[in-house]
């Protein structure tokens, strides 16, 4: 991310709220989270640009910010429950085309 210039950051972060915007009302959510590492010294596991958008709701945890260290944990079925089921294939195809619909965009 520090080798982008200045419109690259813009067009990232517009592309992030947009992207952002879809997994909300996909996912019914009224809040999110968003995860960046840059180098293996802060977690980054794939060495490229991506971010983790974690769609959120009221008391979806205990402690709301506690997902972060969960995730570092590796326990990532803390994710899925009744409030956030695994999804068919189907349902994860249908949300990959909208994505990639606005992708275009």
């Known amino acids: 991310m520090l080798e982008f210039d200045t419109s690259e950051v813009r067009d ?7 992207i952002t915007r879809i997994l ?17 010294a802060a977690g980054q596991t794939v060495p490229h640009i991506h971010l983790h958008i ?30 956030r089921p695994l ?5 994860l195809q249908a949300i990959i085309k909208k994505l990639k619909n606005s992708a275009r965009v």
Not at 24 to 40: G, I, V
Request: charged share 30%; hydrophobic share 35%; glycine share 4%.
């Open 12 to 18: 990232f972060f517009l592309f992030a709220q947009k």
């Open 24 to 40: 909300l009302q996909t996912f019914k959510a009224e809040a999110f989270d968003w995860s960046y590492q840059e180098k293996e």
């Open 54 to 83: 974690i769609p959120r709701k009221p008391n979806d945890l205990e402690n709301a910010g506690q997902w972060y260290a969960k995730l570092q944990q590796n326990s990532h079925s803390f994710l899925d429950g009744a409030e």
């Open 87 to 91: 999804l068919e294939d189907e349902s």
